[in-house]
């Protein structure tokens, strides 16, 4: 049996189901070598991964899927990455509906769908991206317009995984041109596309630096007709869908990589055990080891960290920025481990007859599939600033015995004052003398002196007039954050206020 790194928490079956995998991957790792070899697409491994199940691990039992979550599904992608274009046939296929149509289809279509995504006897791609539409996946172009109990779809889809191997094609297109519409993203409306839909085709198969025989392509809608059946969710909520598919997506696009980096670890072991320069094996060398050490440090923890963010998802949470960390930290730790991986192996690690220079250009694709690391950043700024756990006011409280500011939960020595310009330009100054680079907020100020906001405002205003603060103000024009002048700050105080110098400081050099 062969060796499976399993996490605690997995329960029984995903522990069994991942050795299965990882047995079913070594059984057929060279018939898989030799379709890469032979620049083929390797239809009879995908069919041995349906036949056996593994399409399931995501589905459940009533649609005839395994129900191992995704967790189960991030099981299957690690181990079946290891086998490169079935890897990411897997991937994308899982991604072509599976996690929208279990959130958002009917029990009709439930019925429908789910069971050929389980037994694999469907394999689905993913269609987002347009030739406007990248990263701004909210431009697309592509038309759906209702006809009676139809959509009629026209435009292009680009980039696609598995385009033309794929039989069931999740596509977004965009139903309505309103402009409030499309400001609240409910112009996108989502639909499942079979092959063989008349006026459905594909355009053209894109040679791309890696995913060497996964066939990536562009697709054509020339007034294609599709039943309103094949609608999945309602009309305008396409964006929904499409995000939580999104968070999956990116998990499971990231699992994928980690098997590649089991194969790496693996061979590097094998190699600078083997390879004898200046009469001992390389890895006698620290740099190699300390190399290899960093390699396994970094798939270990990418290897946590997504099982964490898959099990928050089969927990029923939303890990929109979890899942976007998993995406940036496994691809960009995917380019940096095959970095070291080729310089560990010299000229060896450039040759097609290893496997590194192949993971290395996977990598690349990495970290531009399913959204760039920087759009993965975007996420995690953006999400996490909303978090109320990163806005937390920090207070400083002035402590006259020590001469210094303190981190405190005290009130400030004005709170309570009355709320007149005097006051107000007080607090404002105090504040200059502990961050006399940064701002205040209005809610600093009334953390500070309390009481209305309306007189805050109106005697910040007032302040600002007569100089004696500036104001920083947002687009649409409403005060954002306040700090005294140089004129505010003689008025407040006497100069004496401000200063301050450590005990050390020889009193003659003070002036
Ligand atoms: C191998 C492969 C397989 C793919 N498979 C699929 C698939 O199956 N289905 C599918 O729908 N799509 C697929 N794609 C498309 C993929 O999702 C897009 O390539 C990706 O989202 C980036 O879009 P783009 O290539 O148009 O780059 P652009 O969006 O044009 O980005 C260009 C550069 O600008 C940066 N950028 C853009 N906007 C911002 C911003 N606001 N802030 C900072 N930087 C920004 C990007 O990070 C990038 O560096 C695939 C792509 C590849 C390479």
Redesign the pocket.
Known sequence: MVDVDTFFWWSDEQKEFAKKVAQFVEDNIEEAEYYFWKQKFPHSIVKKVAKEGFFGPGVPKKYGGLELGATGGCIAAEQLGRLYAVGHVFT?SMLAGLEQILRFGTEEQNRMWLPSIADGSEIG?????EPFA???AANIMTTATKDGDEWVLNGK?R???AAGVADRYFIYAKTSDDPEDRKQYAHITSFVVKKGTPGFSLEKINP?MG?DNAP?GYLDFDNARIPDFNRVGEVGKGWAVMMAGLNFERLIGSAVLMGEVKEIIQFLFHYTKRRIQFNRPINRNTNIQFDIADIITRYKMAKLFSYHTAYQLDSGMEPMIEASIAKMMNTEYLVEITRKALQICGGDGLTKFYPLERVYREAK?GE?????T??QK?IIYRFSAMLPRWNVPIKFRWNDEVNAPLMSKRDSRFKGLEINEENLLKVIAHDYKINPGIYMTLDDVREDIGGSRVKIKQGIESLENQGLIVCHRDRSGKIGLVKATYKGLSKAFPKDYYRWFPAWYDEADKF
């Open positions: 994308v791609a993913v269609c987002i991206s990248g990263s701004d889809k980039m696609i995984t791309l995913f990536n694709i531009i599939v399913a959204g760039t920087e759009i975007l």
